[in-house]
Every structure is written in structure tokens, then in C-alpha cells.
Nanobody, 123 residues
Framework: QVNLVESGGGLVQAGDSLTLSCAAS????????IGWFRQAPRKEREFVAH????????YYADSVKGRFTISRDNARKTVWLQMSNLEPEDTAVYHC????????????????WGQGTQVTVSS
């Protein structure tokens, strides 16, 4: 089990950058791949990015590839999502979660969701 807490959201303008953090306090953090998902109003939660437990492997949704970078530091029990060239379509609540079943981009493989952090991109 792991408790994840997101932070770093805010209100930015199109083209700006923002970095989200997903922090844990348990040592089990290093045993999980971690994914970022987002949910916009009236839309389903969608996959954004994934990083393997060691940090060597990463995977991105096509909509964010080349603009977002996921990274982690297991000693600091933290995963980051660096977002650049933000677009109004990126506006959503961003959640991190543990990839318990190793599904990478399938939401049904995830558990231990954080409460989310709001990102709003104005045009």
C-alpha cells in the first residue's frame, strides 16, 4: 500500500510550463510504477504518462508526447510531471496513482489514487 499526494497545480496561460509532484511517505513507493491521469469536467479520466518502478521506462499519451516529461526519484519518494507548452485542452484535475497490476495506460490496473491537483490553462 502507498499513500500518494499531488501538488503543484495552478492557473497558467497557454504556452506556460508547470511541474506537478506526486509524493509518498512509504518505502513501498519504489516498488510501483506510477501513472498520471487527468479528468476534465464532464469527461472520463484519461491516461497521461507512466514511469516504471526504476524510472528507466516511460510512456506517454499521444496528446502530451513531446510536451510532458515524467520522472522520479525513489530516494525522495517523488514522481514529477513536467508540463510545457500548455494548452487550454490540458485543463483538468491531475491525479497520480500506483500501477498495481502493471497495465501502464489502463486505468483498471491502478490503485492508491491521490486526491488530485487542479491545472487550469487560460487562452
Amino acid at each position: 500500500q502507498v499513500n500518494l499526494v499531488e501538488s503543484g497545480g495552478g492557473l497558467v496561460q497557454a504556452g506556460d510550463s508547470l511541474t506537478l509532484s506526486c509524493a509518498a511517505s512509504e518505502s513501498t513507493f519504489k516498488t510501483y510504477g506510477i501513472g498520471w491521469f487527468r479528468q476534465a469536467p464532464r469527461k472520463e479520466r484519461e491516461f497521461v504518462a507512466h514511469i516504471g518502478d526504476s524510472g528507466r521506462n516511460t510512456y506517454y499519451a499521444d496528446s502530451v508526447k513531446g510536451r510532458f516529461t515524467i520522472s522520479r526519484d525513489n530516494a525522495r519518494k517523488t514522481v514529477w510531471l513536467q508540463m510545457s507548452n500548455l494548452e487550454p485542452e490540458d485543463t483538468a484535475v491531475y491525479h497520480c496513482a500506483a500501477d498495481v497490476w502493471g497495465t501502464v495506460d489502463r486505468i483498471d490496473g491502478y490503485d492508491y489514487w491521490g486526491q488530485g491537483t487542479q491545472v487550469t490553462v487560460s487562452s
